[in-house]
């Protein structure tokens, strides 16, 4: 019987450090073998279990952010859901989006 997946919500620091590193070390070796999709999902599992070892009180309603990775590109949060962030980039064409907190760099450890 296959073990049901659980939810990062439900998991220790420990696990989703754990479930992080292995996250990585599947995308890296998708990445060797050329298979971008499963790469790509890979990496996005990844940041969403980094999500989950933040604290979302770091992260204010109102407060701009730079978005890891897009150096020079912001994000404007109007609201918080659980371990995503809602608003928009700044300068971008202005649609509301979700990204996960991991996402973005915030000034408190």
């Known amino acids: 019987m296959e073990q049901q997946e ?3 919500s439900e998991m220790s620091q420990h696990e989703l450090q754990q ?4 996250l990585k070390e599947k995308a890296r ?5 050329g ?14 279990a980094q999500a989950y070892l933040k604290n979302p009180e770091d992260y204010e309603p109102g407060g701009i952010y730079p978005i890891e990775g897009d150096p020079g ?3 404007k ?5 659980g371990v995503f962030a809602w608003g928009y980039r700044l300068g971008g064409d202005g649609k509301e989006e979700a990204l ?4 973005l760099k915030s000034d408190k450890k």
């Not at 479930?19 to 292995?22: F, G, K, M």
């Open 73 to 75: 590109v912001f994000f």
């Open 35 to 48: 298979i971008v999709n499963e790469f790509a999902v890979l990496e996005r599992k990844a940041l969403m």
């Open 29 to 33: 070796k998708a990445e060797q073998l």
């Open 19 to 22: 479930e992080i590193a292995n």
């Open 6 to 8: 659980r939810r990062y």
């Open 77 to 81: 949060i109007d609201y918080l859901n």
């Open 100 to 103: 996960p907190i991991s996402l």
